[in-house]
């Protein structure tokens, strides 16, 4: 499965030095790779992954994201060729003119995340749902790829 | 607001030291003349999963997400699971009767005004 690395969130006492020593590890990776612009994105440049499930049953597969604050038409879902991928922007919320900004953490901007089926799937009957700042893509599975009974009589 | 931050952090401690693990939410917080916005991210968490307690002066937001129950096997997973703490020590000039809370899509939306009496005012002189 075609996935960024992720770190599950704790909960991080300095969050800010948190913050530090990722950029440290940019630095150094940076500096051991021959080629940065070839390997992966790292997670400090890649801004948002938004942490993802997959899940499957015999008819179909579900892929959950975590989207917390999204507009439902900033969000894009687009299957091609096996690869399911979301993608969408995060804008920020409006705010007063004249406010003072005190914490800051929360992402804003674009950010895509990219899923290989397993199996083939049905495009035409794919669904997304989004509530709760989760979305829900549910796709069922093409009929060759879902598991059949074959009954074999023995004479 | 500086007394706001250090506390954060040593509630965030004893939350750890705590046996319930949580997890702390991405907050934007921001203060203007008529009091302070919070915004935390809280994916699966919606209105009947929220709690917002007030004592003394502390302010705790905890989330518990929806429980999902999706039928079939896991083949990736990345999301924790558990629910969201965090603590905030109020400025004084917070009215604590007038805080209101609204989940969307995911995002606690906390408002906190600041009380009449603390608010700048135009003083009219009189000739």
């Given at each position: 499965m075609n996935i960024v690395k992720w770190q599950t969130p704790t909960l991080a006492n300095w969050p800010s030095l948190g913050r530090l020593s990722d950029l440290r590890d940019e630095i150094d990776r940076f500096f051991d790779s021959p080629f940065p612009g070839l390997t992966r994105t790292s997670d400090l440049l890649a801004g948002w992954t938004p942490a993802l499930d997959v899940y499957e049953d015999k008819d179909s597969y579900t892929v959950k994201a975590e989207l917390p604050g999204?507009?439902?038409?900033?969000?894009?879902?687009?299957?091609?060729?096996?690869?399911?991928?979301?993608?969408?922007?995060?804008?920020?919320?409006?705010?007063?003119?004249?406010?003072?900004?005190?914490?800051?953490?929360?992402?804003?901007?674009?950010?895509?995340r990219t899923v290989t089926l397993p199996a083939p799937v049905t495009a035409d009957k794919v669904k997304a749902a989004y509530k709760d700042g989760i979305l829900t893509i549910t796709l069922p599975k093409s009929e060759e790829a879902k598991p059949k009974q074959i009954n074999v009589s023995v004479n | 607001m500086t007394?706001?931050?250090?506390?954060?952090?040593?509630?965030?401690?004893?939350?750890?030291?705590?046996?319930?693990?949580?997890?702390?939410?991405?907050?934007?917080?921001?203060?203007?003349?008529?009091?302070?916005?919070?915004?935390?991210?809280?994916?699966?968490?919606?209105?009947?999963g929220l709690e917002v307690t007030l004592e003394n002066?502390?302010?705790?937001?905890?989330?518990?997400?929806?429980?999902?129950?999706?039928?079939?096997?896991?083949?990736?997973?990345?999301?924790?699971?558990?629910?969201?703490?965090?603590?905030?020590?109020?400025?004084?000039?917070?009215?604590?009767?007038?805080?209101?809370a609204k989940m969307h899509q995911g995002v606690l939306f906390l408002n906190l005004p600041k009380s009449e009496a603390v608010k700048p005012r135009k003083i009219v002189v009189s000739e």
């Amino acid at each position: 499965m075609n996935i960024v690395k992720w770190q599950t969130p704790t909960l991080a006492n300095w969050p800010s030095l948190g913050r530090l020593s990722d950029l440290r590890d940019e630095i150094d990776r940076f500096f051991d790779s021959p080629f940065p612009g070839l390997t992966r994105t790292s997670d400090l440049l890649a801004g948002w992954t938004p942490a993802l499930d997959v899940y499957e049953d015999k008819d179909s597969y579900t892929v959950k994201a975590e989207l917390p604050g999204m507009k439902k038409e900033d969000i894009e879902v687009s299957l091609h060729e096996g690869l399911l991928s979301i993608s969408g922007e995060r804008k920020s919320e409006a705010k007063k003119e004249d406010a003072e900004v005190y914490r800051s953490e929360r992402f804003v901007g674009r950010f895509q995340r990219t899923v290989t089926l397993p199996a083939p799937v049905t495009a035409d009957k794919v669904k997304a749902a989004y509530k709760d700042g989760i979305l829900t893509i549910t796709l069922p599975k093409s009929e060759e790829a879902k598991p059949k009974q074959i009954n074999v009589s023995v004479n | 607001m500086t007394a706001l931050i250090k506390k954060d952090q040593t509630t965030a401690e004893a939350a750890r030291a705590a046996a319930v693990r949580y997890v702390m939410p991405d907050v934007n917080i921001y203060e203007s003349k008529d009091g302070y916005t919070i915004e935390a991210d809280m994916p699966g968490v919606n209105k009947e999963g929220l709690e917002v307690t007030l004592e003394n002066n502390e302010i705790t937001v905890t989330g518990h997400p929806v429980s999902e129950g999706v039928a079939g096997e896991v083949l990736f997973r990345q999301r924790h699971g558990l629910s969201y703490r965090r603590v905030f020590e109020l400025d004084p000039a917070v009215d604590t009767n007038r805080i209101t809370a609204k989940m969307h899509q995911g995002v606690l939306f906390l408002n906190l005004p600041k009380s009449e009496a603390v608010k700048p005012r135009k003083i009219v002189v009189s000739e």
